[in-house]
Nanobody
Framework: QVQLVESGGGLVQPGGSLRLSCVASGNIFSISVMGWYRQAPGKQRELVAGITSGGSTNYADSVKGRFSISRDNAKNTVYLQMNSLKPEDTAVYYC????????????WGQGTQVTVAS
């Protein structure tokens, strides 16, 4: 089992920045890919960014150039740096982890609220 705990959400004005953190514990050696998803009210959960154990990253088109995902393997932590935030970025953000050889994310954090409003 893997446990994921997010932190760093909050209220920010449009154009502002936030950094989300996700600490993994438990059977962390089974984790291959980590990512951030988000879900806005009335919308489906969507992948925001992902990062492999080797450091390869991918982003949703809507956040490219504004968000950056990084990983500190020594601290078992993944970060999501969010810059130039827009009201449409408002959502609950979830940290997720995927084991090697598994095609879908199978571990999830509890979520942290990000609200972008003036």
């Amino acid at each position: 089992q893997v446990q994921l705990v997010e932190s760093g959400g909050g209220l920010v004005q449009p154009g502002g920045s936030l950094r989300l953190s996700c600490v993994a514990s438990g059977n962390i050696f089974s984790i291959s890919v980590m990512g951030w998803y988000r879900q806005a009210p009335g919308k489906q959960r969507e992948l925001v960014a992902g990062i492999t154990s080797g450091g390869s990253t991918n982003y949703a088109d809507s956040v490219k150039g504004r968000f950056s995902i990084s990983r500190d393997n020594a601290k078992n932590t993944v970060y999501l740096q969010m810059n130039s935030l827009k009201p449409e970025d408002t959502a609950v953000y979830y940290c997720a982890a995927r084991r090697a050889g598994v095609r879908t994310y199978d571990y999830w954090g509890q979520g942290t609220q990000v609200t972008v409003a003036s």
